[in-house]
């Protein structure tokens, strides 16, 4: 069960980016050419939302090689992808036999990714699909809330959160990305990398690294499942199974206690 505190967190999240504009800002791949969607958005990729509000898309959007494709910049931003998607050229195969995933595409030197949101607070991202990009498919900040979105086939990681490289003197005290419904799946690295997080009925399966990196947070009937690492890097979650995974369930203490024959569901 989530603690109130990360329930009162998505709450406010949810009340603070609808209360923002009475009607969406529509994107669709010709407002993408344009540009000029925000202020300093130029024509073409990436779309850059810089103003607090709700943006809709209303077709999918095909991203050219070396791009992101949203970059969010500004606090206070829903983003509805209104069931589609934002996918650039890389395309992941994953062969369940050697359980291994590999792309036609370099991660890149200056990692793209499909939607940026890293220097964003309270971000809503929901409803559609990410996918094909030569580094992470979402890159978000604090306190933000994703929900119904399938992000898959990219180079790099699935999801990575703005804290996932701090140091470990870093506070781990950073509010928290909640995670709804979200299937992260076939890229290249490793499927969700963050520093505290909660999980609700999320799947990461058959990802080419770790299922899950997260050193905090809480899980509920979500799984890590088929990926090429261990199914968690970070010690047994609670509410997080851990199914099949190549190097096993878990890898404790930067893999110094290494648990790899226990592949059977855990709880």
Do not use: W
Not at 34 to 47: H, I, K, L, W
Not at 242 to 258: E, F, K, L, P, S
Request: glycine content about 14%.
């Amino acid at each position: 069960m989530m603690s109130n505190q990360l329930v009162a967190m998505a709450a406010a999240t949810l009340s603070l980016a609808a209360g923002l504009a009475s009607d969406p800002v529509d994107i669709d791949a010709d407002a993408a050419a344009r540009g000029n969607v925000t202020a300093g958005d130029a024509p073409g990729f990436p779309v850059t939302i810089s103003q607090p509000g709700r943006y809709r898309l209303r077709s999918d959007l095909l991203v050219p090689p070396h791009a992101d494709g949203i970059v969010i910049t500004a606090p206070d931003v829903t983003l509805d992808l209104n069931g589609h998607r934002v996918h650039g050229p890389v395309r992941c195969t994953h062969s369940a036999v050697i359980r291994a995933v590999a792309c036609n595409g370099r991660v890149d030197s200056m990692p793209r990714a499909g939607i940026h949101a890293a220097a964003a607070s309270r971000s809503v991202i929901r409803n559609g699909s990410v996918s094909g990009f030569a580094g992470v498919g979402i890159h978000h900040g604090d306190s933000t809330l994703i929900e119904n979105v399938e992000v898959s086939g990219n180079a790099g990681a699935g999801i990575v959160g703005a804290r996932a490289d701090a140091s470990a003197d870093a506070p781990k005290s950073a509010p928290a990305v909640l995670l709804r419904q979200v299937l992260v799946q076939y890229n290249g690295g490793a499927g969700f990398v963050c520093d505290r997080a909660n999980v609700e009925r999320s799947s990461f399966a058959d990802n080419g690294g770790n299922g899950v990196e997260c050193q905090g947070g809480e899980f509920a009937d979500s799984v890590s499942r088929g990926n090429g690492g261990y199914g968690v890097a970070d010690g047994f979650k609670p509410g997080l199974r851990t199914i099949n995974n190549r190097m096993g369930a878990v890898a404790r203490d930067g893999g110094v206690r290494m648990e790899a024959s226990r592949t059977d569901t855990q709880r």
